[in-house]
């Protein structure tokens, strides 16, 4: 496929709009779409700074997209297989979930990877799926704490980041997310320090790949983000936006969050 980047900005930092994307993962009924309705009311009126997506589980997409249509609010699969269909039962294809009025696909989230042992060959597999089901595929990487305690963390994202992401990527198709697997729903958060470290990272791992157009590129940070450290966190110099797990389940707290992604001007951020 013919890779179309744009040209990026000169002060592209500027023009990568912030995300706030929430991961429902396996919560939520019916009964949870009253959080979406309230977060609507409570956005209605803001100018937001930040876009705003909500995965929930596959049972909802349709119902969420259909209350959420003429709203800020887009709406996103978990994760999906990597063919358009077939006999692989219990299993939900890119072209399903974009006709169930789903824009974009989360894959290879650290619970798909170890889980159902995913591998990177897999993510990128889904990952193409998805950009031919018109989707944007928000690629998850991440290091364990081992890794990261025996001083791996670069190598790992960067090999991640290398082996999932498709040749045929774009910034308007592609968004990473950088998730430290001990960061994920453990309360713990990496320091701002870690987090500047590491985006930078991996946007060197795309440019090393996409040239000029991996400035353009959104990269969010996830794991354990929530109203009391999103200002922080959102604010660190090449962090995107977040992929939010447990605090996006609540309309007020993921609301508190949006609001944090309003941009400020990037300030120097002090080693932990
Ligand atoms: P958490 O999950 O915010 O509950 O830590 C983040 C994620 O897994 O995407």
Redesign the pocket.
Known sequence: MPRSAPTPAPNSVARRRKLAAG?W?MNGTAASLAEVKKLKSLIRKDRLAADILICPPATLIERLARMAKGSKVAVGGQDCHAKEQGAFTGDVSAPMLADAGASTVIVG???RRTLHAERDADVHAKAEAAHRAGLVAII?VGETLDERSAGKADDIVKGQVSRSVPDAATPKNTII?Y?PVW????GKTATAADIEAMHHTIRETLRARFGAAADAFRILY????KASNAAEILHVPGVDGA?????SLSAAEFYEIIKAATPKRPRSIKAA
Do not use: Q, R
């Open positions: 991961n993962k989230h650290s619970e998850c997310a998730e960061a994920i729903g453990t996830g794991g354990s983000v992929l939010v797990g447990g605090a």
